[in-house]
């Protein structure tokens, strides 16, 4: 069973930066499929960020500008950067995999003066 390992989370100043990292503990397609999901309080979760089986980067509206995704297939590992970061940014994110779909436990990302 893939498990998927997250870390980078924390509480930061508007304006400030965050890099989060997940580490697959086992991928078939190597970070083709993987990516970022968020959750703020009493919203739904949505997609942040996914690297796709085609090797596209896709982001949200919200985010195109300040976030990059990135991956190293040798460590099975993808990073979320965070630039300019905003109140509105405030969440637990969530690394995701395609396949077999696997989620990530969560890391909080808080963006508060």
């Known amino acids: 069973q893939v498990q998927l390992v997250e870390s980078g989370g924390g509480l930061v100043q508007p304006g400030g930066s965050l890099r989060l990292s997940c580490t697959a503990s086992?991928?078939?397609?190597?970070?083709?499929?993987m990516g970022w999901y968020r959750q703020a309080p009493g919203k739904q979760r949505e997609l942040v960020a996914i690297?796709?089986?085609?090797?596209?980067?896709n982001y949200a509206d919200s985010v195109k500008g300040r976030f990059t995704i990135s991956g190293d297939n040798a460590k099975n590992t993808v990073y979320l950067q965070m630039n300019n970061l905003k109140t509105e940014d405030t969440a637990v994110y969530y690394c995701?995999?395609?396949?077999?779909?696997?989620w990530g436990q969560g890391t909080q990302v808080t963006v508060s003066s």
């Open positions: 995701y995999l395609t396949s077999p779909t696997t």
């Open positions: 690297i796709t089986r085609g090797g596209s980067r």
């Open positions: 086992e991928i078939r397609f190597g970070i083709y499929g």
